[in-house]
């Protein structure tokens, strides 16, 4: 079975500081791993992927996240916050086939001036 | 990525009634999925509609409280019958699309049963 464990449902970090979101996942199968943004009163949009290729994953908007196996851990970080950064991240996790993704519960990322 | 348009972009309606939410998409696509985000809380797989064959629903979810279509490779439709309160919630659809078939979300469709 797959599923994943966002550990914080809020994080609130300054401006110009580094954002590190946590995600623990389990998965029966090698995951794939996915992490989405919404912002307030818009879509999902795609940050980044991990598909069993680099173990360290760079996304859009200076985002990255690293797979680690023996962690079983898929966090999301970014070296500098910016005030636009403010908005629910997901981590979410899919099957082996692709077919069904899990989502976590969502961490809300508050950047302060 | 896919451009993926719902309609309505949201609607009040009353308990009892049904309301039938669209999804397009701006390809031919083979699976599509309908999702629930309900208020403050993270996103739930309702059902798997592929086309030409009768959506997968998830525990859960029955098909005769949330009937889905799928007549071609780039439409389908979720409908919410007999609403509730409880039934107040975004749901949203997507596509899976890409080299590593990640998957593309519709804007949503906010729904208020009152």
């Known amino acids: 079975a797959q599923s994943v464990t966002q550990l914080d449902s809020h994080v609130s970090v300054s401006e110009g500081t580094p954002v590190l979101l946590r995600c623990n996942y389990s998965?029966?199968?090698?995951?794939?791993l996915f992490w989405y943004v919404q912002h307030p009163n818009k879509g999902l949009q795609l940050l980044l992927k991990?598909?069993?290729?680099?173990?360290l994953v760079k996304g859009i908007n200076g985002f990255e996240a690293e797979f680690k196996k023996s962690e079983t851990s898929f966090h999301l970080t970014k070296p500098s916050a910016h005030m636009s950064d403010a908005a629910e991240y997901f981590c979410?996790?899919?099957?082996?086939?692709?077919?069904?993704?899990?989502f976590g519960s969502g961490t809300k990322l508050n950047v302060k001036p | 990525s896919a451009v993926i348009s719902q309609k309505p972009s949201r609607d009040i309606c009353q308990r009892g009634t049904s309301l039938t939410i669209q999804c397009q998409v701006d390809?031919?696509?083979?699976?599509m999925f309908w999702y629930r985000q309900q208020p403050g809380q993270s996103l739930t797989l309702i059902a798997t509609a592929n086309q030409g064959s009768e959506a997968t629903y998830e525990s859960g979810f029955v098909i005769d409280k949330f009937p889905i279509s799928r007549p071609n490779l780039t439409f389908s439709t979720l409908t919410v019958s007999n609403m509730s309160p409880e039934d107040s919630s975004i749901y949203l659809c997507?596509?899976?699309?890409?080299?590593?078939?990640?998957?593309?979300f519709g804007p949503g469709t906010r729904l208020t049963v009152t």
């Open positions: 991990y598909t069993s290729a680099a173990t």
């Open positions: 997507s596509v899976e699309r890409g080299p590593r078939n990640e998957q593309y």
């Open positions: 979410v996790v899919s099957t082996y086939n692709f077919n069904k993704f899990y």
């Open positions: 998965s029966s199968y090698s995951p794939s």
């Open positions: 390809s031919q696509v083979t699976m």
